[in-house]
């Protein structure tokens, strides 16, 4: 049995189920890329969304290649529209971003980056989440590597 959603959550509900598509990526310190990808917004009835992100290489028909990057967390909404969101990636870094929710519009900035020794160096990250029609679209800007914040991925992802 599916547990209620937490009325906390209200204005994160759009994220709610899987979601998959494509995207590009790229940066200073790689080539361009074209990516597939599936995220999972879940819930088990506390005021907080579990969410998975699975990323893979898309070859030049479209197919996909091996995996790229994975990230887990959770999204918790706040009072007046504020959201806290943990992410963990199997690379050692660990990021805390605090935003808002406007709408089916998120707007989040990297509060803190933690890192292990053998991390690659992660400073900060610039999230923008949004419906456009029925599709979620994202951006995401990474400084990382001595580079400053600019854009790394964006992708349009369709609900499954």
Do not use: C
């Not at 969410?51 to 009072?79: A, I, K, N, V």
């Amino acid at each position: 049995m599916e547990p209620e959603v937490h009325e906390n959550l209200a204005p994160l509900a759009f994220l709610l189920g899987q979601w998959e598509g494509a995207g590009v990526g790229g940066y200073p310190t790689i080539e361009s890329f074209r990516f597939g990808q599936e995220l999972t917004f879940s819930h088990n009835g506390k005021p907080f969304l579990s969410y998975t992100s699975r990323t893979w290489l898309l070859d030049d028909e479209g197919g996909l290649g091996r995996p790229l990057g994975t990230e887990t967390g959770f999204w918790r909404p706040q009072p007046g529209g504020a959201i806290e969101v943990m992410l963990a990636h199997p690379t050692g870094v660990v990021e805390i971003y605090l935003g808002e929710i406007q709408g089916h519009r998120i707007e989040m900035s990297t509060d803190v980056v933690a890192r292990t020794e053998t991390a690659k160096e992660v400073t900060g990250g610039h999230r923008l989440y949004g419906l456009v029609g029925e599709d979620l679209a994202y951006a995401y800007d990474l400084a990382a590597m001595g580079q400053p914040l600019q854009a790394h991925l964006s992708a349009q992802l369709k609900r499954v």
